[in-house]
Every structure is written in C-alpha cells, then in structure tokens.
C-alpha cells in the first residue's frame, strides 16, 4: 500500500463500477415516505466525517458519523405521499473555494386537504430536517447542527383542469450542505418520544 501525505484528508483509491457483484440493482426514485421533524427539536445530529490519525478512506468520507436523536419529550414523524412522484437531487454550488451541495427535495401529496395545508403552514419559514430513503434503500439526511432545511417556492397546491387530472399539493424543501453524505443512523428510534430514562 502505498504511503499518504500526513496532510491529506481524504484517501484515493480504485472505484469499481457500481453495477458489480455487490451491487447489481440500481432503481431510480425515493421511497413515498419520509421522516421529517423540527429542527429545534434534535438534540444532536450526525457530524461530518473527520480525519483522525489517518487519512479517510473513500467511503467513510461519503459517510455522516453517529445518529440523530431528538431531545427529551420530543419524537419525528412520518409523511406519506403519492408514490413516483418524490425526487431528490443534490447538485453542486458555489464558486472556486465556496463550493457547497444544494440538497433538493420535492414531493406530491394527492388530494389538497387541511392536513397537508396545516402542514405548510406549520414549516412555512421554520427549519426542519428530513429523512429521505432512495429506492437503492440508501438514506439522505436534510439539516445539520447548524442550518435546517427550509420550504421553497414550488407548484403549490391545484385542483387540476379536468376530471381526470390530479388534484394535488406539491411540496418542496431545500438545504445547502458543505459536504454530500449519506445517513446510516437511526431510523426507528426517533419515531417514538425521546426520553432521558
């Protein structure tokens, strides 16, 4: 094995093809639920990977380290909605030594109704973090110690121009992150009241 610089962070290495043995299924989409909680209700986020005494090896660095766990008395919630209708994108923004990931989530909840419409009025300018699960059973993590994910402008809600149309709500949440990361922590848990006991 060849010998890292001290100084470096992050490790190369080989990257084989994503379609090998150990990765023969690759779906597009995301899961037609999510977690979603207000973000002044955690108690602590995963960190951002870390170099120690050695550098990070390629996937450790793709990674968020430790579990979200909401503060005592509080617990994150489930949303479903319409399936094939969600999609997440991360894309890369910034300029030359600024450089940050725009995470990007947009989902369709049939049906306008008071719920959904409490819901909005609910995260309208409030910072909230969300739990997205890809169709490859891989999870995304929207907030961090420092920023929430925000509402966005969107499509909005519509009952559809004829009979046949989808009356529908169109909801869309957006969080910059200065590293793109998948979630391995809990995902159980923290759908039932956190307690100190």
């Known amino acids: 094995m060849a010998e890292v610089d001290p100084k470096t962070c992050i490790a190369l290495d080989d990257i084989n093809e994503a379609m090998d043995c150990g990765n023969p299924d690759n779906m597009g989409g995301i899961v037609p639920q999510l977690i979603f909680?207000?973000?002044?209700?955690v108690a602590t986020f995963?960190?951002?990977p870390k170099k120690t005494a050695s550098a990070l090896d390629l996937e450790a660095a793709g990674a968020l380290v430790?579990?979200?766990?909401?503060?005592?008395?509080c617990k994150a919630n489930v949303i479903a909605f319409t399936d094939e209708t969600g999609e997440?994108?991360?894309t890369d923004q910034g300029e030359i030594a600024g450089?940050?990931?725009l995470y990007d989530l947009t989902i369709i909840s049939a049906k306008m109704r008071k719920k959904i419409f409490g819901f909005e009025n609910a995260?309208?300018?409030r910072k909230m973090f969300f739990i997205v699960q890809d169709n490859n059973g891989t999870y995304y993590l929207m907030g961090d110690k420092r920023r929430g994910a925000m509402r966005a402008s969107g499509d909005g809600s519509t009952t559809g121009?004829?009979?046949?149309?989808?009356?529908?709500?169109?909801?869309?949440?957006t969080f910059t992150s200065?590293?793109?990361?998948v979630y391995e922590g809990d995902v159980e848990a923290i759908l039932t009241v956190a307690t100190s006991e």
């Open 37 to 41: 909680g207000y973000w002044n209700d």
């Open 46 to 48: 995963p960190d951002y």
């Open 66 to 73: 430790g579990d979200l766990v909401m503060k005592d008395g």
């Open 88 to 90: 997440l994108k991360i």
């Open 99 to 101: 450089e940050s990931f």
């Open 123 to 125: 995260t309208k300018g």
């Open 161 to 173: 121009g004829a009979s046949t149309a989808r009356n529908q709500n169109t909801l869309h949440y």
């Open 178 to 181: 200065p590293r793109k990361c």
